[in-house]
């Protein structure tokens, strides 16, 4: 993806492209994923005050998000990753994921938990977590072993 004319802004949760795609995002994640299983945060969950959500902009047009849950304990969950699917496959994941984890150490953090699905519609995203560094591990958290959630962490090492 060109760096021209692309940016990363810390959202506010509120205009219709971002409401729009995290929409997307929960059906998506509750298509395939029984609903006690499915933990996709809507819009409005993503303006908890313990959230942080970033959109990745290409002039007027949304490319993409992720959120960034602070745990208060020098740990934090990736939560709300998700490209335009009229954008896939130009590396808006990975910039979004890059941006998430360099927050992430500039805060001082240890590590960087996520949890996504196990159906097979997540392998491309599980791939990606795997290319930076992430690993699978127990649940964390609230959350509970389930055969529709698979759990990951980064260890974040000091600058």
């Known amino acids: 993806m060109a760096a021209c004319g692309v940016r990363i802004v810390e959202?506010?949760?509120?205009?219709?492209?971002?409401?729009?795609?995290?929409?997307?995002?929960?059906?998506?994640?509750?298509?395939?994923?029984p609903a006690q299983h499915a933990f996709a945060l809507g819009i409005a969950a993503l303006r908890a005050p313990d959230i942080n959500l970033w959109s990745l902009w290409e002039g007027p047009a949304l490319l993409g998000c992720v959120a960034l849950k602070s745990f208060g304990d020098g740990t934090g969950e990736v939560k709300s990753?998700?490209?335009?699917?009229?954008?896939?496959?130009?590396?808006?994941?990975?910039?979004?994921?890059?941006?998430?984890?360099?927050?992430?150490?500039?805060?001082?953090?240890?590590?960087?938990?996520?949890e996504t699905g196990t159906d097979p519609s997540f392998a491309p995203a599980w791939a990606l977590y795997r290319r930076f560094g992430f690993v699978d591990c127990p649940p964390y958290g609230d959350y509970a072993e389930s055969d529709h959630n698979r759990y990951m962490t980064l260890a974040l090492a000091a600058a």
Do not use: K, Y
Request: charged share 20%; net charge positive; aromatic share 2%.
């Open 11 to 33: 959202d506010d949760a509120t205009g219709p492209e971002i409401t729009a795609l995290v929409a997307l995002h929960v059906a998506a994640a509750h298509s395939v994923t």
């Open 81 to 114: 990753m998700r490209t335009d699917p009229a954008h896939l496959r130009r590396g808006v994941a990975a910039r979004l994921l890059d941006h998430v984890i360099a927050v992430a150490r500039a805060r001082g953090w240890r590590s960087l938990n996520l």
